[in-house]
């Protein structure tokens, strides 16, 4: 699955240089042109990184890292400054995940950057997975719905790990089978169907619908919202 990258940028020369250049280097792309909307798409869409430049309409981008660093403190950020710009209030924020870079600027630069902080993220361990409210620590393995304590078999919750690990995105039953189970062929069952429905008997309760959401003839994807 290629990483998706989140391009917030309002020159639409640097937004079109940018969304062709990486994805000829075999990123996804997606863009938004002021801080307001890219906001809304870093906080509610799956990205792996954002591209952010700081002098935005809307919301500036100083504003935009900070809400960022403060909902989704793990999603690496490369900020793209001009030379003299505002840097020593960036540096100010607690920015593990911030890397900056001065225009004008190489594309080479650029996903040379990418690269290095995706694997930095994909390094940095994780300890609590949370969403629609179910959390679950990696380290102690203890899973918890709205605050109580929800008991899994091993399967059951590697599988809900690795659709919350993905959450938004849609993972096919042979994604699955290959990730959980270890299965590079279809071994022609519905185990994961199966297994599915012991996540949402488990994790559900009257009036609360478990989050894992069912895609016609594709797979299954852990939702996104709160
Ligand atoms: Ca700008």
Do not use: C
């Not at 809304?40 to 660093?69: C, F, I, N, W």
């Not at 290095?116 to 203890?142: C, F, K, M, S, Y």
């Amino acid at each position: 699955m290629p990483d998706r990258i989140l391009v917030i940028e309002d020159e639409p020369g640097i937004v079109d240089f940018l969304e062709r250049g990486l994805a000829a280097q075999g990123f996804e792309v997606a863009s938004a042109t002021d801080g307001t909307t890219g906001a809304e798409k870093a906080l509610s869409e799956p990205v792996d990184l954002v591209v952010l430049d700081l002098m935005l309409p809307g919301r500036s981008g100083l504003d935009v890292l900070t809400a960022l660093h403060q909902a989704k403190p793990m999603l690496p950020v490369i900020v793209l400054t001009a030379r003299d710009q505002v840097e020593d209030r960036i540096t100010g924020l607690d920015a593990g995940a911030v890397d900056y870079l001065t225009k004008p600027f190489s594309l080479g630069e650029l996903a040379a950057r990418i690269r290095a902080q995706l694997r930095a993220a994909a390094h940095t361990p994780t300890t609590w997975l949370r969403g629609g409210d179910v959390d679950v620590n990696l380290i102690t393995r203890e899973v918890r719905r709205d605050g109580e304590i929800v008991r899994l078999s091993t399967t059951e919750f590697e599988l809900l790990v690795y659709l919350m690990r993905n959450r938004g995105r849609v993972l096919s039953r042979e994604q699955i089978l290959r990730v959980v189970w270890g299965y590079d062929y279809d071994p022609g069952t519905n185990v994961v169907d199966v297994y599915v429905g012991y996540l949402r008997r488990k994790l559900g309760r009257a009036g609360f619908e478990v989050p894992i959401v069912t895609v016609r003839s594709v797979g299954y994807r852990f939702d996104a919202r709160d």
